[in-house]
C-alpha cells in the first residue's frame, strides 16, 4: 500500500502498537514479537498478492481468519496470532507495515538506540563503521544502530539519515553548492 495512505492511518497504527507491545510486555515476548512481526510484514511486502488477498473488503473474514490459521498458528506467538485476528476482524490488516515501523521506533527509542543510515559510495568497512558509531555515539548519547547503504550518485562522502533528519556531507552536494556560488 501506498506510503501517502499509511500515513493517514498512523494514530490508528499507534493505538494497536501500543496495545501490542502491551501483550508483548504480558507476555515477556517483546524481542520474539518485534522478530514475527518483521518477519510478517517483510512476507506480505514481497508477496502483493498476499497483501491484497487480506486487504479486500471482498474476501469474507472468515476466508481471511482460515489463511491466517493455516499459515500462522502454532507458529507465531499465540498472543501475536490473535492480534492478527483483530486487525483481520477489523479489516485493518493493511496497517500491519505502520505497526512494525512504530513498534520498531518505540522499542528503539526506550532503550536509547538510535538508528542511523550511512549512505556512501563504497560499503564502509569496519573500522570505518566502528569510528563514525564512536563519533555519532559521543554526538547523541546515544546507542547507534548503523546501517551503510551504496548510493553511487553521491560521488563520494557521506549522507547520514537518522530521526528524520539528514546531514548531506556528499561531494556531489558541495559541488552544487559550488555551482550556485559561482553563477
Given at each position: 500500500?501506498?506510503?501517502?495512505?499509511?500515513?493517514?492511518?498512523?494514530?490508528?497504527?499507534?493505538?494497536?502498537?501500543?496495545?501490542?507491545?502491551?501483550i508483548?510486555?504480558?507476555?515477556?515476548?517483546?524481542?520474539?514479537?518485534?522478530?514475527?512481526?518483521?518477519?510478517?510484514?517483510?512476507?506480505?511486502?514481497?508477496?502483493?498478492?498476499?497483501?491484497?488477498?487480506?486487504?479486500?473488503?471482498?474476501?469474507?473474514k472468515?476466508?481471511?481468519?482460515?489463511?491466517?490459521?493455516?499459515?500462522?498458528?502454532?507458529?507465531i506467538?499465540?498472543?501475536?496470532?490473535?492480534?492478527?485476528?483483530?486487525?483481520?476482524?477489523k479489516?485493518?490488516?493493511?496497517?500491519?507495515?505502520?505497526?512494525?515501523?512504530?513498534y520498531?521506533?518505540?522499542?528503539?527509542?526506550?532503550?536509547?538506540?538510535?538508528?542511523?543510515?550511512?549512505?556512501?559510495?563504497?560499503?564502509?568497512?569496519?573500522?570505518?563503521?566502528?569510528?563514525?558509531?564512536?563519533?555519532?555515539?559521543?554526538?547523541?548519547?546515544?546507542?547507534?544502530?548503523?546501517?551503510?547503504?551504496?548510493?553511487?550518485?553521491?560521488?563520494?562522502?557521506?549522507?547520514?539519515?537518522?530521526?528524520?533528519?539528514?546531514?548531506?556531507?556528499?561531494?556531489?552536494?558541495?559541488?552544487?553548492?559550488?555551482?550556485?556560488?559561482?553563477?
Amino acid at each position: 500500500m501506498a506510503q501517502t495512505n499509511l500515513e493517514k492511518y498512523k494514530t490508528l497504527a499507534e493505538r494497536y502498537t501500543k496495545a501490542l507491545i502491551k501483550i508483548a510486555q504480558e507476555n515477556n515476548s517483546i524481542e520474539q514479537t518485534g522478530k514475527e512481526l518483521k518477519e510478517i510484514t517483510g512476507l506480505f511486502a514481497q508477496n502483493p498478492d498476499i497483501e491484497a488477498f487480506f486487504s479486500s473488503p471482498v474476501i469474507k473474514k472468515e476466508d481471511k481468519k482460515e489463511i491466517l490459521e493455516k499459515s500462522f498458528k502454532g507458529k507465531i506467538d499465540e498472543k501475536f496470532y490473535n492480534f492478527l485476528n483483530v486487525l483481520t476482524d477489523k479489516n485493518r490488516i493493511f496497517i500491519l507495515p505502520n505497526i512494525e515501523n512504530i513498534y520498531h521506533e518505540k522499542l528503539a527509542k526506550a532503550a536509547n538506540i538510535l538508528e542511523v543510515e550511512a549512505q556512501s559510495v563504497i560499503k564502509l568497512d569496519k573500522d570505518m563503521q566502528s569510528a563514525l558509531i564512536e563519533k555519532l555515539e559521543k554526538i547523541t548519547n546515544k546507542k547507534i544502530k548503523l546501517s551503510n547503504t551504496i548510493n553511487k550518485d553521491i560521488i563520494g562522502g557521506l549522507v547520514l539519515k537518522f530521526d528524520g533528519k539528514i546531514i548531506d556531507g556528499s561531494v556531489k552536494t558541495q559541488l552544487q553548492r559550488l555551482q550556485k556560488q559561482l553563477i
